[in-house]
């Protein structure tokens, strides 16, 4: 089983847990939760029927982030022939972190399924997050 999808616009990071000051409680920041709920928008349109994965998973995410506006064009040139990666925040990490919280029990039983993962930051025209999930 492979689920395939892509989520255009800018690319957020999974934000750490906030804490109110006045009540002591740990909470998801705003930012992190809609970011998790358009993620899950894309893949439901995708895939409406979806059945989770229940065998060991892999996991292919490319994250594709807009040139900026005052680059020459030899300079975006090089970005889109891959020659030039992002160097940028959000961090690898933490975009990984927000695409598997987004999907867990929903394209895979717990995301401890996942046994591969190859996450990868890309210049293109238009900024946008690739997903591939594949049981193997």
């Known amino acids: 089983m492979i689920y395939e999808f892509e989520v255009p616009g800018k ?3 999974k934000g750490r847990p906030r804490i109110n000051t006045n009540t002591c409680i740990a ?3 705003t930012k992190t939760k809609d970011y998790e709920e358009l993620v ?3 893949f439901w349109i995708k895939y409406p029927k979806v059945k989770k994965i229940e065998g060991r998973t892999s996991v292919k995410i490319i994250a594709y982030f807009g040139i900026p506006k005052n680059t020459s064009k030899l300079a975006k040139e090089e970005m889109l022939k891959d020659a030039i990666s992002p160097t940028k925040k959000p961090d690898i990490d933490n975009i990984a972190k927000i695409i598997l919280d987004a999907l867990n029990k929903i394209a895979f039983k717990d ?3 996942i046994t591969k993962i190859e ?3 890309k210049y293109a025209e ?3 997050v690739y997903v591939k999930i594949e049981e193997y």
């Open 11 to 13: 690319i957020t990071g």
């Open 126 to 128: 238009e900024e946008k």
């Open 119 to 121: 996450i990868e930051k």
């Open 40 to 42: 899950k928008e894309y």
């Open 27 to 29: 909470y998801t920041p």
């Open 111 to 113: 995301d401890n399924q």
